[in-house]
């Protein structure tokens, strides 16, 4: 009975309400996964993402076989940033449902924020090969290069990602200018910083314009060298 009045209530719009009665339904049946399921929606669209996750998690303990749940926690720990949580349950369901994209694109996303970065573009480049070049994933796989100091799998990234299209080309030209920066091709790194500029892209140009300052320092400073012998 609890269960039908909250949905009576969810379908009318009255969230607040079918929350009450849907909580009445779980005491009256604690092992309910798809109320605690109902339950994690209704505060997403709350914005709290706490009690989202905790309900998740009681799901995923009640039907732990059910791997919509397990996608729904891992995804709610992602936008929470806590990405240490997310990563085993990827790391599960990639095993288990090794020819869904979504399920590496999370993987490589959330390995690519933590000190396990390094297996991050194997990750990325599987949900690349099952679903096709994606701008933004080969835009987080240059970062991901830039960061572990391999620029030439940077570029290599970035040019596939603009060739994809995607509308990422400020995030994909800022990373070719910081692998060009690393190589010490100081003037194609200024350029490319510049294009970013061209793409109006609030963020990227703070960025682009910090890097410019900085890769101009870094250009008089082996001039200086230079000129001294160094």
């Known amino acids: 009975m609890y269960k039908r009045q909250g949905f009576i209530y969810q379908k009318r719009g009255d969230d607040d309400t079918a929350i009450r009665y849907y909580k009445l339904a779980l005491k009256s049946r604690p092992g309910d996964a798809t109320t605690m399921g109902t339950l994690a929606h209704l505060y997403d669209k709350k914005g709290d993402v706490d009690t989202k996750i905790k309900y998740l998690q009681m799901a995923v303990e009640a039907a732990p076989d059910n791997y919509k749940f397990k996608y729904q926690l891992g995804s709610a720990y992602i936008d929470k940033r806590d990405f240490e949580s997310a990563i085993p349950i990827f790391e599960e369901l990639t095993k288990k449902y090794p020819d869904r ?59 596939r ?70």
């Not at 682009?208 to 250009?219: D, F, G, S």
Request: no cysteine; hydrophobic share 40%; charged share 30%.
């Open 101 to 159: 994209a979504g399920y590496w694109r999370y993987l490589g996303l959330a390995l690519s924020q933590t000190d396990r970065k390094s297996e991050a573009p194997a990750a990325l480049e599987k949900a690349l090969e099952l679903k096709g070049d994606d701008a933004y994933l080969l835009a987080v796989m240059a970062q991901v290069y830039n960061e572990l100091k391999q620029p030439g799998n940077a570029i290599k990234a970035v040019k």
């Open 161 to 230: 990602g603009l060739k994809a299209g995607n509308g990422q080309e400020a995030f994909l030209y800022y990373q070719w200018g910081l692998a060009l920066s690393k190589m010490k091709s100081y003037d194609e790194s200024i350029a490319k910083f510049n294009k970013v500029l061209t793409y109006k892209d609030p963020l990227w140009s703070k960025y682009a314009r910090k890097q410019i300052k900085r890769v101009e320092t870094l250009k008089k400073i082996e001039k200086a060298k230079r000129e001294q012998g160094l």
